[in-house]
């Protein structure tokens, strides 16, 4: 099976632009949508882009998502970063099994 | 309103068993694939189990090893873990987590219920 490996963390100052990245140990990024959670604390996760780059409603447009086949990567960038944003980002895919993989997650300072 | 509400969790003896219920509201339970993701303390999302709308299809996590038995009750609007020969490694909350009916991602998911397991 394969990994998906994230930052442990990663920091940035409000207003600025942050890019988490999740690369696949094995097998093509584009053989399975990539999936985006954020958790903060205390709180449950909940999803901020699914099929690689699709936001869903409700989430704000500064969140975006791609993918990138020639480093097998997915990345979710957040723009115009604001305190509210700290929290832990997980990528998340599926393999051949239909068995769901989660990155093991990125924890994001706003400061 | 969506809601998903997790039960059944608590303290258990290495070795012992533990069901876990999750009741849904607020939307056709019978047409969504649900799932258990489970978060050991301070630790990251690990996925546990998924079952499918009619659970034609039930898949597992390696790691468990035939430990744990998901089902579900379409007529009643819940979803259900039994977990057996639990470990210590098994402590963690335990959420039910709703699967999108087009598409791939996990849409809502309840607040969870911690299981621990010690002696």
């Known amino acids: 099976n394969f990994m998906l490996t994230q930052p442990h963390s990663v920091s940035e100052s409000p207003g600025k632009t942050v890019t988490i990245s999740c690369t696949r140990s094995?097998?093509?990024?584009?053989?399975?949508?990539v999936q985006w959670y954020q958790q903060r604390p205390g709180s449950s996760p909940t999803v901020v882009i699914y099929?690689?780059?699709?936001?869903p409603s409700g989430i704000s447009n500064r969140f975006s998502g791609s993918i990138d086949s020639s480093s097998n990567s997915a990345s979710l960038t957040i723009s115009g970063l604001r305190t509210e944003d700290e929290a832990d980002y997980y990528c998340?895919?599926?393999?051949?099994?239909?068995?769901?993989?989660f990155g093991r997650g990125t924890k994001l300072t706003v400061l | 309103e969506v809601q998903l509400v997790e039960s059944g969790g608590g303290l258990v003896k290495p070795g012992g068993s533990l069901r876990l219920s999750c009741a849904a509201s607020?939307?056709?339970?019978?047409?969504?694939?649900m799932t258990w993701v489970r978060q050991a303390p301070g630790k990251g999302l690990e996925w546990v189990s998924l079952?499918?709308?009619?659970?034609?299809?039930?898949y597992y996590a390696d790691s468990l090893k035939g430990r744990f038995t998901i089902s579900r009750d379409n007529s009643k609007n819940s979803l259900f873990l039994q977990m057996t020969s639990l470990r210590v490694e098994d402590t963690a909350v335990y959420y039910c987590?709703?699967?999108?009916?087009?598409?791939?991602?996990?849409?809502?998911w309840g607040q969870g219920t911690l299981v621990t397991v010690s002696s």
């Open positions: 987590v709703r699967k999108t009916v087009v598409g791939n991602h996990l849409d809502f």
């Open positions: 607020g939307f056709d339970f019978s047409t969504h694939a």
């Open positions: 079952i499918t709308r009619t659970s034609n299809y039930i």
């Open positions: 094995s097998g093509s990024i584009a053989s399975h949508y």
């Open positions: 099929e690689d780059n699709q936001r």
């Open positions: 998340q895919s599926y393999d051949n099994n239909n068995h769901i993989l």
